[in-house]
């Protein structure tokens, strides 16, 4: 698993990093203090949650996640949001689906049960997408594909042409 910190303050970047690693010491973690870098490592790395501090040095790390919703991969991606100004809270679950806010200062232990929230979710998601298929009968036969190898659908009137990944091509 690899998370995004993208937070301004040293002090708190050392801190979430120690919580993290003592809560799971297989997650990678990557940190930046600015917006513009974050998006230039999302686009390059593949982050499979964010931590993010509303007030960074270059721009609002609100407007930085409307950018991450844009992105495919991280259009449902959890982004945990950390910071000492609450009247943002509403917008950021209403408009950006974030996953989960902490106003600072939080506790180690109010940090330590987003993280596990975070952790179930994500550890859920990918149980169930590895075994989710998807079943389509046609004049008889059941054909059954994997939701991990469909890249998509195309549809043409009563007909459906299937993307899918076999032995690693497309």
């Excluded at 270059?58 to 100004?85: C, M, N, S, W």
């Excluded at 106003?103 to 179930?120: G, L, W």
Aim: proline residues 2%.
């Amino acid at each position: 698993m690899q998370v995004l910190i993208v937070e301004d303050d040293q002090n708190v970047q050392q801190f979430l990093l120690a919580m993290l690693k003592r809560l799971d010491s297989n997650t990678r973690i990557l940190m930046t203090d600015s917006s513009t870098e974050a998006l230039l490592i999302a686009r390059e790395k593949k982050i499979d949650f964010f931590i993010v501090d509303i007030q960074l040095v270059d721009y609002k790390g609100t407007d930085l996640v409307k950018q991450l919703r844009l992105i495919p991969a991280y259009q449902f991606a959890p982004i945990v949001f950390e910071t000492g100004i609450a009247t943002e809270e509403l917008y950021a679950y209403r408009e950006l689906k974030c996953f989960h806010y902490l106003v600072k200062p939080y506790t180690e232990a109010e940090f330590c049960r987003v993280m596990e929230d975070v952790f179930a979710y994500l550890n859920y998601t990918n149980a169930t997408l590895d075994d989710a298929t998807l079943k389509i009968e046609q004049k008889g036969f059941l054909f059954e594909y994997y939701l991990r190898d469909l890249y998509y659908i195309e549809s043409f009137g009563k007909k459906l042409c299937l993307h899918v990944k076999r032995d690693g091509m497309l």
